[in-house]
């Protein structure tokens, strides 16, 4: 079936995926329903580019850097992009910005009720209300709902908090993709910290984890605490502005629905071996104009060298999570700035792939490269 703008489509979650797909179908002339609750949750979403920022994520970039900082203990390391920089968009204010202006669109019917069920019919679908209202017949329907982990799924989870203060005053100068430092709170040294300089006066600290287990908030506020405390004398409690956290599937998922209905992370686009997702994404949106005339979403997944170089990476995190540290620490040590960001953006070579191979500790990679 070819998806007409005469046929009605819907979107199930209302996040960053089914905002930024809703946005894209609305400007090309299509009916689109959009059902979930509104997402104000605080988002900070970063990634590499070489080429300009599409709209409307650029109407909200916080930050972009040509130069990234990584810290081992003593060892730090600024990697330089020539080609590529780093940018941070800000994914609270792109949610509520597109949420204005698709109330705004007459061809955008928004219902945030929450969702009970969906039903798959003869022609089209049948999105269902807890409330048991009247159900709404759709000709085609796209889930963007979080996808659930499924055994054995390794997770990223942070915790970050918004701090007014001068980056300056805590010797933040450019993004600090990873701190791996001696200020570590825990035995297990598994969480490192990521630092942004948003503005003149606002930091976001976050501090964050590759493993096989969801954590309490206490221990990434505990690693948050313990790295503020080598830089200020300051009370970090005093100088919070907010706070975010989330919890990223790394490997394996299971949609919520059918997996030829899914579409942003459910749908593959969160990175396995990573956690980023909005480069996924967009080019998920890339190919909405095939999807639409051939009558259903085309299977996306990153290159056949990124799934190689990530199942492994995942068995190492599996196995040993512990030795995540000493990865990074080679890759930061051995790459230059674009070959890190080509590597993290699904944009390498083989000869990329083979410069990490030969970075990663040896025992380390053959010890889990046939597990």
Known sequence: MTISRENSIGIVGAGVSGLLLANKLIAGGYKVYLFGKKDDRNQVLGSWRNTVTP???RHHLLGSWQSWEFKFNKEKFLLKGADYHYEVIDGKAMKLDIEDSLQKNSNCIRLFENIASIKQQSRGYE???????????????VDTRPPIRTTPCCVQQF?????NVAPTEIGLNTPL???????????DNLAFIYALPLSHNRVLIEATTFDIKV?????FLR????WWSFRSEQNLADIVECKESGILPMGKIKPLFNPENSFGSAGGATRPATGYTL????????ATNSWTKGGGIPRFEFSKLSQFMDSNFLKVLRNEPSSMKD??????????GDEFAQFLSDRFNFRIAAKVIHKMPKVLFLRNLFR
């Open 55 to 57: 709209s409307p994520q």
């Open 127 to 141: 999105v269902c209300f807890e409330s048991e209202t009247e159900s709404v017949p759709l000709d085609f329907l």
């Open 159 to 163: 915790v970050g908090l918004y701090v």
């Open 177 to 187: 993709i990873m701190d791996y430092g001696s200020w570590g709170a825990e035995k």
């Open 215 to 219: 954590r309490n908030e206490d221990f």
């Open 223 to 226: 690693n948050i605490e313990a």
């Open 279 to 286: 480069l996924g994404i967009e080019r998920q949106l890339q």
């Open 327 to 336: 990865i990074f620490h080679e890759m930061a040590r051995g790459m230059t």
